[in-house]
C-alpha cells in the first residue's frame, strides 16, 4: 500500500489541479490497488500426472478409532507443538501399515 502521507499530497494537488473530490478519491483507490502484491498460491504446482510423495494426510472420520493418547493432530501431519504437546508423537500403526502399502504402490 501507499503510505498515508504520500495520498494525502496527491489529493492536495490534484485538488489544487480543480479535480473533484470523488475523481481523487477513485484515482487513490487504483494506485493502491495497483501496489498490493499479487496472492500467493497456496500449494505449490505439481506437474500433471505426477505422483505425490506421500499418501494424503487421514479425515477425522479415519482417526475416529484412534488409541487414546496418540495426537490426532500429528497423524495429520498438522502438530507444531514437538515435545510439548501433551499426546504421544507415535505414528499409529494403521496409518504405518496405509503408509507401507502407498510406498509399494508406487
Known amino acids: 500500500w501507499l503510505e498515508e502521507g504520500k495520498d494525502w499530497r496527491r489529493a492536495g494537488r490534484a485538488l489544487e ?8 478519491q477513485r484515482k487513490l483507490t487504483a494506485l493502491r490497488e495497483a501496489a498490493k502484491p499479487a496472492p500467493r498460491p497456496l500449494m505449490p504446482a505439481s506437474r500433471p500426472g ?16 484412534l488409541p487414546a493418547g ?37
Not at 17 to 24: E, F, N, P, R
Not at 51 to 58: I, S
Not at 70 to 93: A, D, I, V
Open 50 to 65: 505426477s505422483r505425490p510423495d506421500r499418501p494424503p494426510p487421514p479425515t477425522d472420520a479415519e482417526l475416529a478409532n
Open 70 to 106: 496418540l495426537c490426532k493432530r500429528y497423524q495429520q501431519g498438522r502438530c507444531h507443538k514437538g515435545r510439548s504437546c501433551k499426546w504421544k508423537h507415535e505414528l499409529w500403526p494403521e496409518l504405518q501399515a496405509r503408509w507401507e502399502k502407498f510406498r509399494k504402490s508406487g
Open 17 to 24: 489541479k480543480g479535480w473533484d473530490a470523488a475523481t481523487v
